[in-house]
């Protein structure tokens, strides 16, 4: 028989955001006797924009803008019922978008 795993992956522009809500996702999960592989820090992805600053002439003349997109993986083994409930009770910070696949 094949082992159950949730997979959660934590999107934030905050990096303190993301740690934190992390944390919280780990005790809960621990708390409720499951076992925990992560978090891992995926690689941040930057996009990164060029604006003129006049509105006219001076090309040269440039503004940048860069976005960081920070993001966290974590695998929660063998979950039970009371692991699958806490999590839905969790409440996280508006900023993280929680992705999770069974």
Known sequence: MQSQKIRIRLKAFDYRLIDKSAMEIVETA????????????????????????????????????EIRTHLRLMDIMDPTDKTVDALMKLDLPAGVDVEIKL
Not at 32 to 57: C, N, Q, W, Y
Not at 59 to 65: I, P
């Open 30 to 65: 621990k708390r409720t006797g499951a076992v925990v592989k992560g978090p891992v820090p995926l690689p941040t992805r930057i996009e990164r924009f060029d604006i003129l600053r006049s509105p006219h002439v001076n090309k040269t003349s440039r503004d940048q803008f």
